[in-house]
């Protein structure tokens, strides 16, 4: 029944690290976006895909690398982690360019 | 871009009461603005959405202002019940003609039983 999934839940690492974040949707929307969540609660965009091309890109390091495989899943693959890069990251989806429908977030710690 | 102002002091209302919650924007006038729900440790869950040329939409207990020349959208919720606290983030897009969202920090509303 779950709308918007993302695994892990919880992501705790190693500075230097690489990792991964998956997310997927069962809506049949067909734009996915990946959201940061800073400790001080401000949510931004970093990416948005349309149909599995890449439509928004925010500043974001070039060690955030998104993957769309296809219109229900949307991964986002992060190189050579630092420690600012900790912070809870918002899978979302929306049949128009409008309305965003969340997942439960990944909580990303780097040590 | 679009800067969004949303009161960062936590409001605390008893239950019975109407909270209601404040968006303030600066620069151009959105094409639509939304509200969303936040609960701790999970994502934000969409509310309402009301346009430019749309005064006031309402859902349930639920209702939403919008006005352009105050550039400011007011949230309320009638009859608030401790299972309203939680932190709610008002939306809009990044600028004119934009689909990137831009959002508010978000207000945290705690209701007293």
């Known amino acids: 029944d779950t709308a918007v999934s993302q695994t892990p839940k919880y992501l705790v690492t190693q500075m230097g690290n690489d990792k991964s974040i998956k997310c997927e949707q069962n809506?049949?929307?067909?734009?996915m976006y990946w959201y940061k969540q800073d400790s001080k609660k401000f949510l931004k965009i970093m990416f948005s895909?349309?149909?599995?091309?890449?439509?928004i890109n925010e500043t974001v390091p070039n060690r955030f690398s998104p993957k769309s495989p296809d219109k229900a899943h949307l991964n986002l693959h992060i190189n050579s982690l630092e420690l600012g890069d900790s912070a809870v990251y918002f899978c979302a989806s929306s049949p128009l360019l409008e309305t965003q429908y969340f997942g439960p977030g990944t909580r990303l710690l780097v040590l | 871009s679009q800067k969004i102002e949303q009161n960062s002091e936590a409001l605390n209302i008893q239950e019975g009461k109407t909270a209601t919650l404040t968006c303030n924007y600066t620069n151009y006038s959105p094409a639509y603005l939304q509200w969303y729900r936040q609960d701790p440790g999970r994502g934000p869950v969409f509310l309402l959405l009301?346009?430019?040329?749309?005064k006031e939409k309402r859902k349930e207990r639920l209702k939403v202002t919008f006005d352009t020349t105050l550039k400011q959208s007011l949230f309320h919720i009638t009859a608030s019940q401790p299972a309203d606290s939680a932190t709610y983030l008002c939306?809009?897009?990044?600028?004119?003609?934009?689909?990137?969202?831009?959002f508010g920090r978000g207000t945290s509303l705690i209701v007293h039983p």
């Open positions: 809506l049949g929307h067909d734009t």
């Open positions: 895909y349309n149909n599995k091309e890449l439509i």
């Open positions: 009301i346009r430019e040329n749309e």
């Open positions: 939306a809009l897009p990044a600028s004119g003609g934009s689909y990137i969202p831009t």
